[in-house]
């Protein structure tokens, strides 16, 4: 048989595979089926240029629909975005039990009846601005410590300000020097006043 039929081996004398490829194959199938895997799915229809065949939908879909690797040939998953996410969705649920704990655990290191425990000794409110049923898990960037649960407001907060306390404390003051207060002088009458008399209060205050 021509040179061309055969894998190339570079562990062989030859440079080329003991049995012909399309033997290769054919022990190959044998193989996987002694070992319980099932035949490997086709499309029942010619697939054009620029899509790609679906195994799990059993649909052709232009490569749009099909996330990049570089784990394959192709430079496609063999799944579409919604069969592949909703084969990841299953995996954490089968391993995890639920996309949650995954998450959790995955990033933070506690799973959720460690989120539990903590939120009920905050009382169920945010650790900060004391707002109830926070959702967000705060962790310190350096060593990855979980700290507490915060609610979407404040934990964005402390990442905005970088978790420097100086930058907070500026910032306090800083409010303190440029908030507008009300006083009350009459009944139903308020004087504003600032410690910046030159900055007129805004349009929406």
């Known amino acids: 048989m021509p040179r061309e039929s055969f894998h190339s081996n570079v562990r062989r004398p030859d440079g080329l595979a003991f049995y012909c490829r399309d033997c290769a194959a054919q022990r190959s199938e044998t193989s996987r089926r002694k070992r319980g895997v099932q035949p490997r799915k086709r499309s029942a229809e010619p697939v054009p240029v620029g899509s790609q065949w679906c195994p799990d939908c059993d649909t052709i879909k232009p490569l749009i629909d099909?996330?990049?690797?570089?784990?394959?040939?192709?430079?496609?998953?063999?799944?579409?975005?919604?069969?592949?996410?909703?084969?990841?969705?299953?995996?954490?649920?089968?391993?995890?039990?639920?996309?949650?704990?995954?998450?959790?655990?995955?990033?933070?290191?506690?799973?959720?009846?460690?989120?539990?425990?903590?939120?009920?000794?905050?009382?169920?409110?945010?650790?900060?601005?004391?707002?109830?049923?926070?959702?967000?898990?705060?962790?310190?960037?350096r060593t990855g410590a979980v700290r507490g649960i915060l609610c979407f407001n404040c934990n964005g907060g402390l990442g905005q300000f970088r978790d420097n306390q100086d930058y907070l404390a500026g910032a306090i003051e800083y409010l303190k020097g440029t908030t507008w207060q009300r006083t009350l002088i009459h009944p139903g009458v308020y004087r504003i006043t600032s410690s910046m008399r030159e900055r007129p209060p805004s349009r929406s205050s």
């Open 66 to 141: 099909f996330a990049r690797t570089t784990a394959k040939a192709s430079g496609y998953h063999s799944y579409c975005l919604t069969c592949h996410t909703a084969r990841g969705v299953e995996s954490k649920i089968r391993l995890n039990g639920g996309t949650r704990e995954y998450h959790l655990r995955r990033r933070y290191g506690i799973g959720q009846a460690d989120f539990d425990e903590m939120l009920w000794r905050q009382f169920g409110r945010c650790a900060i601005c004391r707002a109830p049923d926070p959702q967000h898990v705060d962790h310190d960037h």
